[in-house]
Every structure is written in C-alpha cells, then in structure tokens.
C-alpha cells in the first residue's frame, strides 16, 4: 500500500482529492492537512509514503512545508498546482519535491503520478516537466548558481544518467538509451544523488539544465 497524506486548504478540493485516493486500491489515505504547519506536524507524525501538497496554503506555504518535510526525509513530495510554471512550483522544486501536478488532472492521471512518485521515479508528465525546467534554467533571473566543480565526483556513466535526467527521461527511457537494465539506472540515480546531495530526480533534473549537461 502507498501512504499518502493530503495538505489541501480548500475543503471541498481535499475531500476530491481523498475520495479519489481512496477509489484505488493499492492506495491508503493516512491522513488529511489543512495548512502547512499541520502538513509538516502529520508527516512527522505519521511517517507516509507521500506527502499531496497544495503550494498555497495558510500559515505555512506549501513551498516552506515541503522544504521541511524533504529535510527531515519524512517523506516524498508531490506538489499540487493551479499553474504550470509558477513561481511557486520553482520554490518547491529548489525545495526538494519529487514531482509536481496541476489540480485540473483527472482522476487516473492523479493515481499515476502518485505510484510513479512512490516508485522513485519522480518525473510526472514528462513533456510538461521538460518544459518546466527549461524554464527553470533559462534567462538571466536563473542563471546558474552552480560550480561545475561539484561533478568530479561522478563517473562518466553517472554523467550520462544525469544528463537524462536532465532531459526529463524515465528509468527505462534511460534504460533503452544507454543500453542498460533499468535496475541498473536506478543504482546510478541513487549514487548520483548521494554524490551531489541532492533529494530528489526533479533536482538533479534542474542541475542538469543549469550546467548545461
């Protein structure tokens, strides 16, 4: 079972978002948050497998509570959004979170992106996801604010890897591109994560794109 915990304000979109979760049945909603504050509080509490947070919220933006929760490693973060390339999701994605969905996705789509993000792939609709990191790293207000330098430490397959990644590629798109099995490509994201300490394959997506890799 993936264990979600879901951080909305509104009320009538949380029960949505919940009646939806709770429709699957690999699916368990643990818990339910009205603020940021709250969001934080409960996945300390509860420890789920996946923290569905809205960006704007009371008390403590969204941006602010996943920054927190990705920290403290309490769990995933997939961030809900109204806009696809605002400046909130930017925040959360510097903040460490797996992957981001508009709210106007369908039911199905939202089930996905939640097991796709359980399963450590972290790149959910990858057309828009591409589309959101060009944007991320282009333009003067985003110049890279990386030093090339932090790079020595991967092998040059690591590099491939994360050039993909940067490209917005899946596990077995990567897989079918290097010629490698895909549990082999998920040892390399995870060393290559460790390497640059980074949380999650949405950052290392973003510091692809800023060093131009």
Known sequence: MI???VAEDQSAVRAGLVLILRSAPDIEVVGEAADGEQAVALA???????VLMDVQMPRLDGVSATRQVVAERLADVLVLTTFDLDEYVFGALRAGASGFLLKNTEARQLLD??????????????AVTRRLIAEFAAGPARAPR?????????????REVLSC???????????????MAEATVKTHVSRLLGKLELRSRVQAAVLAQELGI
């Open 146 to 158: 990386t030093d090339p330098a932090v790079l020595e430490s991967l092998t040059r397959r690591e």
């Open 3 to 5: 264990r979600v915990l």
């Open 44 to 50: 300390r509490k509860l420890r789920p497998d996946l």
């Open 113 to 126: 992106a939640v097991r796709t993000v359980a399963s450590g792939e972290g790149l959910i609709a990858p």
């Open 165 to 179: 990644l940067g490209e917005g590629l899946s596990n077995s798109d990567i897989a079918r591109r290097l010629d």
